[in-house]
């Protein structure tokens, strides 16, 4: 038995979506069974997001959820289903032994990201689960030698080297040899995807002392999101080389006289190799043009980011002659258009969003990023949970996702594992 | 009171508006309020009330003044009656007496607004509406007033406070008040160790039949507001609109910042307490509940304007009548209803009591089987 060190029950519950979402459309194999309590609890709390709100609805609806999810639905029926129906989300109406009725009741995001996460410490996790859980949770900061690692979260060897085996063939965990130590560092490729070997070099280039600044600078920039680069005093070199590499993803603005402001950002989970399909790139061009009407406007700066965030949605901002140099990168990014006025004695530009599905996603996830500096309405913490929980962005997202990993996952000493199994189990007795 | 002046003609008109798709109430007392302190001084009383909502939360209340025998100041009264339409807000008013001559006062009531209506007329409406061999049932089923008066007797006598919020000051509140001092009123009766279970099931489904209308009418504007956008306004409207949210938080703000200081130099410590967790008490713990329900009523608002009514059936007619779940099926028959939706909904206002901690996780389980023990 290990001891697992104090993780927050939502981030549980996240780092099981991370995982499950990577293990989309695998093969069968042992880790069916070594990341079952994880995959199981990722799964269900995707498809409670995605019938959250639903009131009743049929067996029919709910096959169709679970295509648009990519959860095989016998398991969905006979396995999620009862785990919700267990926690009181839903409420199952048979016709003899047919179901004729679901009723769910699922409640806020918040509640079902702690509750799955206790779940998940209820349910006897595996090694592998808790070494998978705990890396990624620990690696989405900083990444960390593999000592330092199976040190920091407390599992034994063969355990790990599974939860890295699986991890690495899904794209959730990847692995290098430092330049600088020599040693093998683990680290979370899958938010670095279409960057990863600038991000890669950049890391092979870092000491162990390094990657706990890196680390430092990862938790001040989830705290406050685009924060302007030049304003950040912490280790600039690394700091600089880390955005150069897009370890840091940064969003750069062009003021009027063509001199551009970095606004700089945590890595955040990526589902799609093209930036252009990523929901968490889109959110940061927002974030980054709002905090340079906040940080370089050029008459009055912005006090309120999400009021003014707001207003851009609901259309609400004045015209202004600067408008069109600072939301220029929404502009070129179909978020908004402009609508010229000449009402305020010169030419002015108005900003106007365009209503769209996608859009909208990108000014909630930009929305919960700028309320990182809120000290109210308890927002999850990890703005990029709740954007990857939110209702629908599957059901597109997850249709298009494509990452380049193994269809096939299997363990290192599988066949070993499975000969021992059904030994002990008294197959060949 | 079985022997309350009026009360046929109350019941009787309450059964037409109920009929009709109104949530109704007898004997509404309005009370003059100083400094949030009721006095003994009462304004007026209501005979009957009723409310009705459409199927984006319009409000349609409408006020009957029901009285027996003949009276000479029949035209003053309708000025009378018009006052109360006015500060309810009311689009209708009923003056029905036993005997009246309607064709007199038709000029007079159309400028105002009020039926002139006599009992003979209200018996020809009760035909024509198909009413005359309908039930009295819930609020106006004149069998369980007397243990209705029981159940707000034991109120009175162990939360005086909660029996003069529902019965008084309730009707003179704005909407999120309403909706907040419920709320209140429901945890401390789950609260209150001296009240049989009955007792306890009984007051809190009253409350929450009221909680249902006033949620709904608080819906009203949240209605057209995109889903994202609807945590803000719901948020900055449960505490009293945008301006005097924003003096709220003002307050609390300089009151931690006054604390920080204080105990900065007081004793050379940090307050241990940081401004986050600080203002996480602004606003109400239900909060995230609440908001989860406002969205599911938006997304099904025709069915929802039905709850209110659901819930008095269950309150007066399953808890207190102790009548089998099928009465709902014959209540509810000629409404056109799809019955499933609405128990689901209802259910949801149930999940919100049960989730923030107002409604025994027993009760709920409870009135739940109950609704649904024909329907699974």
Known sequence: MIIMSKM???????????????????????????????????????????????????????ASISAAIKQNFTTVRSDSLSTLEELGWVEIYKEGTKIKRIDESIPPLEDILASLGELWEDKSPTEVDIATVQSLSFLTKKPATKEALISEIGVSNEP?????????????????????????????????????????????????????????????????????????????????????SGFFPSVGVNDREGAEHEYVFSATPQFELDPEKDIFEK???????????????????????????RSLREGRIKPHSYAKTQYALLYLNNICTYEKSEKYGGTAYKPIFIDTPENRVYMNVAEEMLKGEEPVLGSVDEPEVQELLTKGVFNYSSEQRYIKSAGKIVATDKFERMIEAMQSSGVYS | MKNEKDLDLKLRMMRFLWYNGYFTRRNVNLLRYTYGRKTEQQYTDIDVWGIQLDGIFNQHQIICDCKSGVTASTAERFFWLSGIMKYFNADQGIFLRTKVRESKYLDLGRKLQILPLSLDQLSELEKAYNLESKPFIGAFNRDVIEKEDVMFGVLKEKAEPIYDYIQFKYWTDPVQQQITSLVNSEQKINNLSDITDEERLFLQMYILSHLSVSILKFSEPILVIPNKEKEFHVSERLMGGKMESAERRKLLETFYEFMVEEISKRYNEKYPITKRDFMSNYYPPYLKYFLDLVERICLKSRVAIHVPRMLDVITYELLLNKKDTNIIDQIFASDNLDLIEVYKLTKDFMTFGERSGFITKKNYELIKDLIYKSKS
């Open chain 1, 8 to 62: 927050d029950h939502a981030q549980i519950t996240a780092k099981c979506v991370e995982t499950s979402k990577c293990l989309i459309n695998k093969e069968a194999g042992l880790h069916d069974y070594d990341l079952d309590v994880t995959r199981s609890i990722g799964d269900i709390a995707r498809l409670a997001v995605n019938i959250r709100q639903a009131g009743s609805f049929d067996l029919q609806k709910l």
């Open chain 1, 283 to 309: 959110a940061r061009l927002i974030v980054g043009c709002i905090r340079h009407g906040q940080y370089h406007a050029e008459v009055s700066k912005i006090k309120y980011p999400v009021r003014l965030l």
């Open chain 1, 160 to 244: 790990f080297e599974n939860a890295l085996n699986y991890g690495v063939q899904t794209n959730y965990f990847g692995t290098f040899e430092s330049f600088e130590t020599g040693k093998e560092v683990v680290w979370t490729p899958f938010y670095w995807a279409g960057k990863l070997e600038d991000v890669q070099k950049f890391l092979q280039r870092q000491s162990d002392e390094k990657f706990n600044k890196i680390g430092i600078l990862a938790k001040e920039l989830s705290k406050y999101p685009g924060r302007p680069l030049e304003i950040i005093k912490t280790e600039p070199a690394l700091l600089n080389g880390g955005v150069a």
